[in-house]
């Protein structure tokens, strides 16, 4: 079945970087896009970015620059690098996958995913 496993999560400076980690199994992975979401306590769980199989990129507009999301088709993996960490960043991050294979339609909705991983927590303070 399929799984994903996130990782990488941890207590960070404000101005430090995180590079989240993704391992999928179960699914052909080169035939999915995959994203990044993010809960913060009492809030909506948020996209934060998508990549497809080819590597196109997609991003919340508020992240761009600071957030880089990429893939390894050989090793199952997804990434998120975060650079210039922030308290606001401060959330559960989720891995995903897309629904329909070969598609990226809608990347920002939650809806479009129906696998998620149970998250790695980010925690930026001083």
């Known amino acids: 079945q399929v799984q994903l496993v996130e990782s990488g999560g941890g207590l960070v400076q404000p101005g430090g970087s995180l590079r989240l980690f993704c391992a999928a199994s179960?699914?052909?992975?080169?035939?999915?896009?995959m994203a990044w979401f993010r809960q913060a306590p009492g809030k909506e769980r948020e996209f934060v970015a998508a990549?497809?199989?080819?590597?196109?990129?997609y991003y919340e507009d508020s992240l761009k620059g600071r957030f880089t999301i990429s893939r390894d088709n050989g090793q199952n993996a997804a990434y998120l690098q975060m650079n210039s960490l922030k308290p606001e960043d401060t959330s559960v991050y989720y891995c995903?996958?897309?629904?329909?294979?070969?598609?990226?339609?809608?990347?920002?909705?939650?809806?479009?995913?129906?696998?998620w991983g149970r998250g790695t927590q980010v925690t930026v303070s001083s």
């Open positions: 990549i497809s199989g080819y590597g196109s990129a």
């Open positions: 179960g699914f052909t992975f080169s035939s999915y896009t």
């Open positions: 995903a996958r897309h629904k329909y294979i070969a598609s990226s339609s809608h990347y920002e909705s939650r809806e479009s995913y129906t696998d």
